[in-house]
């Protein structure tokens, strides 16, 4: 059967996140009963990541196989006339059926943001997370280098992830700051359950001088959850991209510009 992938972006705000739920809104279904439509049948879409509740991504990519023949405007047009508005379809092109969204993946970009200010947010409450201290970003940009290379990510692992093994390449953790707004990129192989909202809400200890920059080391040789930060709220949190082989000719998102989301 006839595979096509599609990446899409999202606001998270108003789903109970990417997976189907019975009692609640989800944007696995939103998207499920909109290319169904175009399809005239329907189909299952399967993803990269299951985002949760509250998180929003620029560069998910799901894939679907269908018998129906549309052109690929007609499957994007269609599906995105169809959508709710905190939903848009990017791109839609056939794949092999040996393509698939989440095992193809080699690795995923997260961006997690922070509006770093005095005034509680009105416009952006739900596309960062609101931080009215100041934060040291030289401290937290000083402790990142720490959780760098493959590890034990268990002391950054929520009690509810299903994960096999807690071990995990972690190959980019960066801190920017623009104004008030603080980013932070993180880029691995794979991600425990709530691991960047984890990582985010340790480094934020120490961006607040709770703990010295040295301290996350100890966190994540100390696999123990109970030793680091709070779980950082999801309002803050974007899937930026999912790598693939360059082979496959899956489309990257346009590069992640936090500034971009500030008027």
Request: proline fraction near 8%; hydrophobic fraction near 45%; include cysteine.
């Amino acid at each position: 059967m006839p595979r096509l992938a599609i990446g899409l972006e999202y606001d998270g705000t108003p789903f109970c996140g990417w997976q189907r739920q019975g009692h609640a809104r989800s944007i696995q279904a939103e998207v499920e009963a909109a290319l169904s439509r175009v399809a005239d049948a329907p189909l299952s879409v399967a993803a990269a990541g299951r985002t949760d509740a509250g998180v929003h991504a620029i560069g998910q990519v799901a894939h679907f196989d269908t018998l129906a023949v549309r052109p690929l405007h007609a499957w994007l047009r269609g599906a995105n006339s169809l959508l709710p508005p905190e939903i848009s379809l990017a791109w839609v092109q056939p794949v092999g059926d040996f393509f698939d969204a989440r095992r193809s993946a080699i690795a995923r970009t997260y961006h997690y943001l922070i509006l770093n200010q005095v005034a509680r947010p009105a416009l952006h409450r739900q596309r960062a997370s609101w931080v009215r201290g100041e934060l040291d970003v030289a401290a937290m940009q000083a402790a990142a280098p720490a959780l760098l290379g493959e590890h034990d990510f268990s002391a950054f692992r929520a009690a509810a992830c299903q994960a096999r093994s807690p071990m995990r390449a972690l190959h980019k953790l960066e801190i920017r700051r623009a104004g008030p707004c603080i980013s932070v990129e993180c880029r691995a192989s794979g991600f425990l359950h709530h691991m960047v909202r984890n990582i985010v809400g340790s480094l934020l200890r120490i961006g607040r001088g709770e703990s010295p920059p040295g301290w996350l080391a100890e966190v994540l040789a100390s696999r123990d959850r109970r030793a680091a930060g709070m779980t950082a709220p999801a309002t803050g949190l974007y899937l930026g991209r999912v790598h693939y082989p360059p082979a496959l000719g899956i489309p990257a998102p346009p590069p992640f510009m936090a500034g971009d989301l500030w008027p």
